[in-house]
């Protein structure tokens, strides 16, 4: 005989006064992703004290909680081409949600799935937005780009207002990013400057960006900083790196220039794409290098970015 599923009533600590609905539950039920959060409040299966409520929600000491059964399928579900294949845009976008508020998106993008629509594209981010469109008609808005084949998190503007000032932080450089990512083999020194030029290639290679000498056709200075977190031995390195120019495929060639071979279907770079500065964890299956960290300004001036994205601490699979 199957136990049933049991509704709980939570009660407010004094210490959590003040604390918004949405990091109260990243707290006690930290399996609970975001997306499934903002499904749970849309349905009014969440409430406090009775009434409905959103992830920004200010708890205050007393308030009771209504929290629905939560079990294991609740979890973040770490998405690939094949598990979104048969499942609807919107509910895609959904399971991959970070964070949301009136301005923004912050969604995990899975590898293999494009920002935007190309040659032989049916499906992609831009298009799966349609599914958000409001009812004056307004869709959200790209503000960046994160490669075909890279899995991370991608910034999404809700208004035009917010879409302006992120592009402005990316194309003044003042959104500052910071990767990690996982080589095979142990860079010496451990910690350094890359400094080269780069082109992009002819042919096939045309698509990718390689190491030149300076004076070279379309030769591009390029420069990045590294430095090593941890390692296995010699074979494998947690690094840090931080683009200071940012060139196609920068980080990817200059790895290669190092002396760690680049390989696409093994270098997967994730950004993770957010206001403050977070970190991510464990990398996915079969992924042996991976990357992450990006600080950005939140489109409302009024507003402490770090504080205004703190929820999507520990919510990113990475």
């Known amino acids: 005989m199957t136990a049933k599923a049991i509704v ?7 210490d959590e006064t003040g604390m918004r609905l949405d990091r109260w539950f990243k707290m006690h039920y930290p399996g609970l992703g975001f997306g499934q959060l903002q499904k749970l409040l849309r ?18 000491v007393g308030q009771t909680v209504r929290v629905p059964p939560i079990g294991e399928s609740s979890a973040p579900k770490h998405q690939t081409m094949n598990t979104i294949r048969d499942r ?18 912050v969604i995990n993008k899975p590898a293999g799935l494009a920002v935007q629509g190309g040659s032989g594209l049916n499906r992609h981010v831009d298009g799966m937005l349609e599914a958000f469109r409001d009812r004056k008609g307004q869709k959200p808005r790209l503000v960046h780009r994160i490669d075909r084949d890279t899995s991370g998190i991608l910034v999404i503007a809700k208004t035009r207002k917010a879409a302006a000032d992120l592009s402005v932080a990316f194309r003044s450089r003042t959104a500052k990013k910071v990767y990690w990512a996982l080589l095979r083999g142990l860079p010496k020194p451990l910690q350094g ?3 080269t030029y780069m082109a992009r290639g002819e042919g096939e290679e045309a698509d990718r960006m390689n190491i030149v000498k300076h004076g070279d056709n379309a030769a591009q200075h390029s420069v990045s900083l590294y430095s090593v977190v941890e390692h296995a031995g010699q074979a ?12 196609t495929h920068q980080l990817r060639a200059h790895a290669a220039h190092i002396g760690h071979h680049r390989r696409p279907e093994i270098f997967q770079c994730r950004e993770l794409g957010i206001a403050g500065r977070h970190t991510g964890s464990t990398a996915s299956p079969g992924a042996t290098d991976s ?7 939140h489109p409302r001036r009024d507003r402490a970015a770090a504080a205004a994205y703190a929820a999507i601490l520990g919510g990113a699979r990475i």
């Open 193 to 195: 400057r890359i400094s």
């Open 291 to 297: 990357a992450a960290a990006s600080e950005r300004r």
């Open 88 to 105: 609807d845009d919107r509910t895609v976008i959904e399971e991959a949600m970070l964070y949301e508020d009136d301005l923004v998106m």
């Open 8 to 14: 709980s009533q939570k009660a407010v600590a004094s």
């Open 236 to 247: 494998v390195a947690w690094v840090a790196m931080k683009p200071v120019t940012g060139r």
């Open 43 to 60: 349905s009014g299966q969440i409430r406090v004290d009775g009434g409905r409520v959103k992830t920004n929600t200010r708890l205050a």
